[in-house]
T-cell receptor, first 113, second 115 residues
Framework: NAGVTQTPKFRVLKTGQSMTLLCAQD?????MYWYRQDPGMGLRLIHY???????AKGEVPDGYNVSRLKKQNFLLGLESAAPSQTSVYFC????????????FGPGTRLTVL | GESVGLHLPTLSVQEGDNSIINCAYSNSASDYFIWYKQESGKGPQFIID?????DKRQGQRVTVLLNKTVKHLSLQIAATQPGDSAVYFC??????????????FGKGTKLSVIP
């Protein structure tokens, strides 16, 4: 199993550009999450999904959209990137039960100029 | 407000000594706590977890202690090794409605092991 993978690993955008980050998991997990991590801070939840076709807002959802068309994929979109969205983005997945371990991907480093 | 936080942002430990990383939480309804290790340039990696009906749980060289009375969580690493150098995060599992649960993370403690 590859676990949780993220594409791309690095990206530089100009203000106003759009992009989509892809997260894929091959563990048949129901729950998937997108976090952002800023220097000196813990991870903050952007959006999450409790199953295929569902999405929900997390702590910091503004400026982002997500889609979960397939169970194994969770996409994070930035429609009009802003410098404040410069961050490292992590995707995670969890099987189902509330106390199942949450597994993280390797991260995507995004810089918005 | 409710939060998960860490007492010490940085910790330097001599190789071979024991390390203790602390975490405070304020949501008494949280039923599950997790410690993650994050090495530079990588995603968080699960270390150990504990449910709220337990006081202590041991893993390989790691022990998590939960004190619900004072809402305190600690991670103990025995015989700390250079490979233990990383940022350690505690996280609490909160019910977020509609049967779903979310993790809320602390800001992290950076552990540096001195050879």
């Amino acid at each position: 199993n590859a676990g949780v993978t993220q594409t791309p690993k690095f990206r530089v955008l100009k203000t106003g550009q759009s992009m989509t980050l892809l997260c894929a998991q091959d563990m048949n997990h129901e729950y998937m999450y997108w976090y952002r991590q800023d220097p000196g801070m813990g991870l903050r939840l952007i959006h999450y999904s409790v199953g295929e076709g569902t999405t929900a807002k997390g702590e910091v959802p503004d400026g982002y959209n997500v889609s979960r068309l397939k169970k194994q994929n969770f996409l994070l979109g930035l429609e009009s990137a802003a410098p404040s969205q410069t961050s490292v983005y992590f995707c995670a997945s969890r099987k189902e039960v509330s106390t199942d371990t949450q597994y993280f991907g390797p991260g995507t480093r995004l810089t918005v100029l | 407000g409710e939060s998960v936080g860490l007492h010490l942002p940085t910790l330097s430990v001599q190789e071979g000594d024991n390390s203790i990383i602390n975490c405070a939480y304020s949501n008494s309804a949280s039923d599950y706590f997790i410690w993650y290790k994050q090495e530079s340039g990588k995603g968080p990696q699960f270390i150990i977890d504990i449910r709220s009906n337990m006081d202590k749980r041991q893993g390989q060289r790691v022990t998590v202690l939960l004190n619900k009375t004072v809402k305190h969580l600690s991670l103990q690493i025995a015989a700390t090794q250079p490979g233990d150098s990383a940022v350690y995060f505690c996280a609490e599992n909160r019910h977020s409605g509609a049967g779903s649960y979310q993790l809320t993370f602390g800001k992290g403690t950076k552990l540096s092991v001195i050879p």
